[in-house]
């Protein structure tokens, strides 16, 4: 019995040696895995996925609601930013601005306000300008550009007001697009800054802006007026205008916008296509927002008392 018992004992013996011997073996490898892990170089880190934009651009599938919603915050912020925005051409009647707004095509409206002194020094009056010797008016316009072409047209519109509408400007779109070189941009800002009447100013700033806001993917200028718009409220109108356009000329420049000192970036669909870096976007800045004189020789009081500065006359140092 004893000797049998002997003989079930011996596999387990042998079962129990086999198994310390696994465990050694087995820790063995895991002991030489671990040092060849540690010598191993560390595998390339994965490039790092950009942060994502503290500007996150509204959906291509913006609803239309989201879209009304999304410009009047717009503009209600660059109504804090340029509390006093204004025309920034020099007038001080209908008459000097219809034809300070003719001459401001394919130019600045600071070659402009540099040049109108002289002109309503010598030609006051629609009645005068309508008499004046071309050659005299063109050599006033010279600087400008287009001198000639532009000649023709103030001279154009004054013998039309002094036919037509008694030496007066009309206060009425349907009139004063009749007039020659006035077309509907020229005309909302006459209504607008003279007469007090509602319109959209469509020039090239305004264009590019709602564009990149994708207020608008109209081409037109007709089309981007009733498309903008159908936007706001009829009220609206005019000082939307001026703040596109100061914003514009200031921040969102058409070759490098300043992305990153643009204080509506959070909404602005095509932030990143400028400098996004603050510091290099702040030496972009121009007119008040960059410490430089603004366009016009004689700017409201409100520019003034925000820091800007008036620009100098023609000639000037």
């Given at each position: 019995m004893?000797?049998?018992?002997a003989?079930?004992?011996?596999?387990?013996?042998s079962?129990?040696a086999?198994?310390?011997?696994?465990k050694?073996g087995?820790?063995a490898?895991?002991?030489?895995?671990?040092?060849?892990?540690a010598?191993?170089?560390?595998?390339?880190?994965?490039?790092?996925s950009?942060?994502p934009?503290?500007?996150?651009?509204?959906?291509?599938?913006?609803?239309r609601?989201a879209?009304v919603?999304?410009?009047?915050?717009?503009?209600?912020?660059l109504a804090e930013?340029?509390?006093?925005?204004h025309?920034?051409?020099?007038?001080?009647?209908?008459?000097?601005?219809?034809?300070?707004?003719v001459?401001?095509?394919?130019?600045?409206?600071?070659?402009?306000?540099?040049?109108?002194?002289g002109?309503?020094?010598?030609?006051p009056?629609?009645?005068?300008l309508?008499?004046?010797?071309?050659?005299?008016v063109e050599?006033?316009?010279?600087?400008?550009?287009?001198?000639?072409?532009?000649?023709r047209?103030v001279?154009?519109?004054s013998?039309?007001?002094?036919?037509?509408?008694?030496?007066?400007v009309?206060?009425?779109?349907?009139?004063l697009?009749?007039?020659?070189?006035?077309?509907?941009?020229?005309?909302?800002?006459?209504?607008?800054?003279?007469?007090g009447?509602?319109g959209?100013t469509?020039d090239?700033?305004?264009?590019?802006?709602?564009?990149?806001?994708r207020?608008?993917?109209?081409?037109?200028?007709?089309?981007i007026e009733a498309?903008?718009g159908?936007?706001?409220?009829?009220?609206e109108w005019?000082?939307l205008?001026?703040h596109?356009?100061f914003h514009?000329?200031r921040?969102?420049h058409?070759r490098?916008?300043?992305c990153?000192?643009c204080?509506?970036?959070?909404?602005c669909?095509a932030?990143?296509?400028?400098e996004?870096?603050p510091?290099r976007?702040k030496?972009?800045?121009?007119?008040?927002?960059?410490g430089?004189p603004?366009?016009?020789?004689?700017?409201?009081?409100a520019?003034l008392?925000?820091?800007?500065?008036?620009?100098?006359?023609?000639?000037a140092g």
């Open positions: 004893k000797k049998a018992a003989k079930r004992t011996a596999p387990s013996t079962a129990a086999e198994e310390t011997a696994a050694k087995t820790a490898k895991t002991a030489g895995t671990a040092g060849t892990a010598t191993a170089p560390a595998p390339p880190k994965s490039p790092k950009p942060k934009s503290k500007s996150p651009r509204p959906s291509r599938s913006e609803s609601t879209l919603r999304r410009a009047r915050r717009i503009n209600r912020e930013v340029y509390p006093y925005a025309p920034e051409l020099d007038f001080e009647n209908p008459f000097q601005l219809v034809v300070a707004t001459l401001s095509a394919q130019t600045t409206d600071l070659r402009v306000n540099q040049t109108t002194p002109l309503f020094a010598k030609y009056t629609p009645e005068d309508a008499a004046a010797d071309p050659e005299d050599e006033i316009l010279r600087p400008t550009g287009f001198f000639r072409a532009k000649t047209s001279t154009g519109l013998k039309a007001l002094v036919e037509q509408f008694d030496g007066e009309p206060g009425r779109l349907e009139d697009v009749k007039l020659p070189g006035v077309g509907r941009k020229t005309a909302f800002v006459v209504l607008g800054n003279a007469f009447r509602p959209i469509v090239t700033h305004f264009q590019r802006l709602v564009r990149r806001w207020w608008t993917e109209e081409t037109e200028p007709d089309k498309a903008v159908s936007l706001f409220p009829k009220s005019t000082m205008s001026h596109v356009i514009g000329r921040i969102c058409a490098k916008p300043a990153g000192a204080p509506i970036a959070p909404l669909p932030y990143g296509e400028g996004t870096d510091e976007a030496k972009l800045l121009k007119y008040e927002k960059g430089f603004g366009q016009r020789l004689n700017p409201p009081q520019y008392d925000a820091g800007g500065r008036p620009a100098p006359p023609l000639g």
